[in-house]
């Protein structure tokens, strides 16, 4: 298909080197600095998120087993490139190898893709607490959750096998330079040697169809909870129905936001925006929501807020007293 011109350039590179963000060189220790702190502050909450939910037996409601896979995958996607960014950013160690990147290129978007169907899970968690809250529990059951689950993670793994075999089957036979700060599919694509429109195209739309049908389903759902929380007499039920909405809504819109920007603007403005602003908004899509999300659920929920405060205050007596 690639035609006798390619015969003699198909071997696999060994090496892609990561240019951190084009342009923004002189500010690559502060951001590694920026970095660092993100990552730290994304590890520790969300460790803590799961630590409290799997220890605490009064938090097995689904919300909860949603919110603790959601930290799971939320360290997983800061993992795969924050510390390979820091690298480059703080000491220069732009290199990373064909198969390493192309495993990085896999786990960033799995988990995303991951992620927005666990964000659907959870709003349609909130749409039967809210409007069919006598049937709350005989709805999501176990069973249930597992298979919500299964299929998010299948769905992910159905969407990226074919986007990381195409890439990856690519010929690299000119410059190895990736002018990102990670293996982003459609930077590694287009320093191919072949025409990188496929691959592009078919992650464009598979985004597109994952992205904008969990959009509709949440934005749905909202409308159904909506209804049913102004439906209501008492002033005080409202605002506290409302007030349970309020993390999520937030969280989804701090993933949905910058990572929609980030999709459209790689594609259709890449003549129009900078390329140092399209390779930041991809990185801080990838690194805000983790970092920001255990805040954002550990302070707006008072059950989650009530056991964080209360395992941190056992373990700080706890060191006081194997101290004394």
Known sequence: MLGPHYNHTMETPATFFLVGIPGLQSSHLWLAVSLSAMYTTALVGNSIIMVVICMDSTLREPMFCFLCVLAAVDIIMASSVVPKMVSIFSSGHSSISFQACFTQMYFVHAATAVETGLLLA??????????????????????????????????????????????????????H????????????????????????????????????????????SYILILRAVFGLSSKNAQWKALSTCGSHVGVMALY???????????????????????????????????????????????????????LLICCVLEHTCECS
């Open 177 to 220: 330079v990736v002018p990102h700060s990670y293996c982003e599919h459609m930077a590694v694509a287009k320093s191919a040697c072949a025409d990188p429109m496929p691959s592009c195209l078919y992650s464009l739309i598979g985004s597109s169809i994952i992205v904008g049908s969990d959009v509709v389903l949440i934005a749905a």
């Open 256 to 310: 949905y936001l910058p990572g929609m920007a980030s999709i459209y603007v790689a594609w259709l403005g890449q003549n129009s925006v900078p390329l140092h602003t399209q390779v930041l908004l991809a990185d801080l899509y990838l690194v805000i929501p983790p970092t920001l999300n255990p805040i954002i659920y550990g302070l707006r929920t008072k059950k989650m807020r009530k056991r964080i405060w209360g």
């Open 122 to 175: 959870m709003a349609f968690d909130r749409y039967v607490a809210i409007c069919k809250p006598l049937h709350y529990k005989s709805i999501l059951t176990p069973r249930v959750m597992l298979g919500m689950s299964v299929t998010i993670t299948i769905r992910a793994v159905i969407f990226m096998t074919p986007l990381s075999w195409m890439i990856s089957h690519l010929p690299f036979c000119g410059s």
